[in-house]
């Protein structure tokens, strides 16, 4: 089973600044990897595919980098509705696995 | 209106059963993989079980293996999770999941809680 490590687990930022999370598989992925933001209460959502896809619908201030074994997601100026948690997951093969997730918080 | 609408959760107790449904509208359900993904209280996401467009190719995550089954029907655009021998650590929120080409989830249902409780 492949293990996704998110670091940090907390993110402590304010309103327009850059927020930079962090995913780490133990082993490669390739790039099969993506990101989803869950809210209280809501289903997650899927933000970015394939490392650096962005979904239907996602602003572009949400960007996705990385390949192997080391990914990260950054948001590039934080508006007030992106304070959630974020987790990653990769789908390089079964189980398919999700990390820990990152919350973001002001 | 493109979404998953989920039916079926509620406490049980140890040992028993509990099928969940979800019904899939707005677009051609038998074209899609599909998943069941779980959240225990205040924890983090779980993958459970994936289920082939076609309903034939079925994986389980280890913890649920031989307990949970997987299926669909197509003609009624309806996922399933039939749920034996429940344990309390399979208390938690399950989410009925699309498959945007191949295993991210594009389209998610509400989730239903599950309670597993004496």
């Known amino acids: 089973e492949i293990v996704l490590t998110q670091s940090p687990a907390t993110l402590s930022l304010s309103p327009g600044e850059r927020a930079t999370l962090s995913c780490r598989a133990s082993?490669?992925?390739?790039?099969?990897l993506a990101w989803y933001q869950q809210k209280p209460g809501q289903a997650p959502r899927l933000l970015i595919y394939?490392?650096?896809n962005r979904a239907t619908g996602i602003p572009a201030r949400f960007s996705g980098s990385g390949s192997g074994a080391d990914f990260t997601l950054t948001i590039s100026s934080l508006e007030p509705e992106d304070f959630a948690v974020y987790y990653c997951?990769?789908?390089?093969?079964?189980?398919?696995?999700f990390g820990g997730g990152t919350k973001v918080e002001v | 209106e493109v979404e998953l609408l989920q039916s079926g959760g509620g406490v049980v107790q140890p040992g028993g059963s509990l099928r969940l449904s979800c019904a899939a509208s707005?677009?051609?359900?038998?074209?899609?993989?599909t998943s069941w993904v779980r959240q225990a209280p205040g924890k983090g996401l779980e993958w459970v079980a994936a289920?082939?467009?076609?309903?034939?190719?079925?994986t389980y995550a280890d913890s649920v293996k031989d307990r949970f089954t997987v299926s669909r029907d197509n003609s009624k655009n309806t996922l399933y999770l039939q749920m034996d021998s429940l344990r309390a650590d399979d208390t938690a929120v399950y989410y009925c999941?699309?498959?945007?080409?191949?295993?991210?989830?594009?389209?998610w249902g509400r989730g239903t809680l599950v309670t597993v409780s004496s």
């Open positions: 999941a699309k498959a945007k080409p191949y295993w991210y989830f594009d389209l």
């Open positions: 707005g677009f051609s359900f038998s074209g899609y993989d």
């Open positions: 289920l082939s467009a076609s309903g034939t190719g079925t």
């Open positions: 082993q490669s992925v390739g790039r099969y």
């Open positions: 394939d490392a650096s």
């Open positions: 997951q990769h789908r390089s093969s079964w189980p398919l696995t």
